[in-house]
């Protein structure tokens, strides 16, 4: 399933990444030892001054990999299953991110990084489901994901704040892109890919700037 979202982002955004994502997966131990909790998945990003490059890693959690490995896209997808989707498509996000703006030798900043992957976690979803379901996508999938937001327990008050605002800024994008593309039951994305495309290389004011544009411009 890592793979499947990956390539998915990939194919969407045009990055040519030419990674393999099992070579960047870490498991609880190393997790651990490099401070992060392992109750959450992550991506691990430790930047080496020397020699200005990042170092990345990716933690789903062994249970999480078992529920992805048994989804079923064409039948019902349980709750608790659903939530470990969402939250794998999250992390592949942040990591596809990572590796292209290092590519283009770009810094990124955390709200930049978490708008774009709640846009990810719609899109991707919608291709996920689509490709499995002759085009179809369920019709509550953009209320499913983002109507009843909640932000972790636990979390500082600065990210929460972070991540309320990432979530508001790409639902409302996503509504766009729903009506930009729906045609009848199903969704073109390929007619919308150059807006995705554009919408992935600007910078978090570019993004916030395209956003206010479609939403309140319309």
Sequence with gaps: MLHAILRHIDRVYDLELNVDIADFLVNADTCSRLGQDIRHASVLVRETAEADELELGIYIGEEALRILAEIDLTGTIRAESFEVLVTAIEEVSHFAYL???????????????????????????????????????????????????????????????????????????????????????????????????SFYRLTQRGKIGRIHNVVYAA
């Design 99 to 197: 590796v292209f703006s290092a590519s283009e030798k770009r810094h990124v900043t955390q709200l930049e990084l978490e708008l774009q992957a709640e846009v990810d976690k719609f899109i991707t979803a919608t291709l996920l489901l689509a490709s499995r379901n002759q085009g179809r996508v369920p019709r509550d999938l953009l209320d499913r994901l983002f109507g009843d937001f909640e932000t972790r327990a636990g979390l500082d008050a600065d990210t929460r704040q972070r991540y309320a605002a990432a979530a508001s800024m790409a639902s409302r994008y996503c509504a766009y892109v729903v009506r930009a593309s729906m045609a009848r039951e199903s969704m073109d994305i390929d007619a919308l890919l150059p807006e995705l495309r």
